[in-house]
């Protein structure tokens, strides 16, 4: 019989497991100088998938993503994990034509660090406070691909309320054709940030 | 209730001109009422004559637009946002159930890649509602303050109509 394991522990990882506290997580600008680490989740399919970006292949193609499209990026941090590098990104985007009243937020964590409750401590970290840093924002949604139960559960902890399924929401060309898969949609709004005392 | 759809003219300036600058009419759209015919001509050559999905809506048998019907793109190619507007005096005859339908039946053909019809409906407009669930539009749940609508936040319906589902008969 395998035996059980946790983040720790070799064996098998225990999913979503609430039986020790998450690592410490920061949250701070990505740059060029963060390209290495950058690609540990950048040219990982089993993360990349889950959005809408590119895979990075190379190290050229990284430099290119982080100069294009994160360093004139109206919101996006690196996730930091007890003070050392990078090992994920989150980003807010404020849709166009709406005033910034609403914006999409997005995240990608490197596979190794799956199942620590680091994509759960950083979407706390980021209702925290992008309402305050985007001033306007009144609704942050998230959109997940309806088998992405680890970050529905993610977004659950973290507060988002499931608005409902959006079906073929996400539409994919792979080998096989056109693939259309549902969507779940979540929001938080800056009224569901819990009062002050 | 028969309607037809076809493409707008320069020469529809005066027709649109009857539901464009009706307050009521715009009541729940994106748009204030449209003051001059200048505009209205404006807003046909710079958006609609030029637009990827755009359709006047004709009682049959009659060839002046009672209102219109597009489908507006959205971030991905897959899916389209519905959206209609009717003069007043063809309002509760069912034109505009007939018109989405039509539109509906349309749109999957000649859009290329669609996949998804969306159509956001504010949680206040009873009529609405009552149009696109009679043209066979599917629920999916509420977008809490999703739209910024003259000054105010709105609750929105998301339904949509995704190909393969039936269109009503």
């Known amino acids: 019989m395998e035996p059980e394991g946790d983040a720790r522990h070799p064996g098998r990882r225990v999913e979503g497991s609430d039986a020790q506290p998450a690592p410490a997580v920061s949250l701070r600008p990505l740059g060029l100088e963060d390209v290495d680490a950058f690609m540990s989740w950048a040219s990982d399919d089993r993360v990349m998938r889950h959005l809408k970006r590119p895979l990075c292949a190379t190290r050229e193609e990284a430099v290119a993503q982080i100069r294009d499209t994160v360093l004139g990026h109206p919101w996006f941090r690196a996730i930091c994990v007890e003070g050392g590098r990078p090992v994920g990104q989150v980003n807010v985007w404020p849709y166009a034509d709406e005033g910034g009243h609403r914006a999409n937020l997005g995240y990608a964590l490197a596979h190794d660090h799956w199942g620590r409750g680091i994509a759960t401590a950083t979407i706390k970290m980021v209702v925290g406070r992008v309402f305050e840093e985007l001033p306007g924002l009144e609704r942050l949604e998230a959109v997940t691909d309806v088998g992405n139960a680890r970050s529905q559960r993610a977004l659950e902890k973290a507060g988002f309320q499931r608005e409902g399924v959006l079906r073929s929401y996400i539409v994919r060309r792979g080998p096989a054709g056109v693939d259309a898969r549902d969507a779940a949609v979540y929001s938080f709004l800056s009224s569901d940030r819990p009062r002050l005392a | ?169």
């Open chain 2, 1 to 169: 209730m028969e309607v037809t759809l076809r493409r707008f003219e320069l020469l529809d300036v005066d027709a649109m001109m009857t539901w464009a600058s009706d307050p009521e009419v715009a009541a729940f759209c994106r748009w204030e009422p449209y003051a001059s015919t200048e505009s209205v001509l404006a807003y046909l050559r710079d958006t609609v004559l030029p637009h990827p999905w755009f359709r006047a809506i004709c009682l049959a048998g009659d060839g002046r637009p009672v209102g219109a019907v597009s489908l507006e793109p959205t971030a991905d190619a897959c899916r389209g946002e519905l959206g209609y507007v009717l003069a007043r005096a063809h309002w509760g005859q069912g034109v505009a159930t007939a018109a989405v339908r039509r539109a509906l039946a349309a749109v999957f053909g000649e859009v290329e890649g669609l996949s998804r019809v969306e159509a956001l409906v504010d949680v206040d407009n009873a009529a609405s509602h009552r149009v696109v669930e009679k043209a066979g539009f599917r629920r999916e749940g509420v977008l809490r303050r999703h739209y910024w609508h003259k000054g105010r936040a709105r609750d929105l319906v998301m339904y949509s109509f995704v190909s393969g589902d039936p269109l009503p008969q």
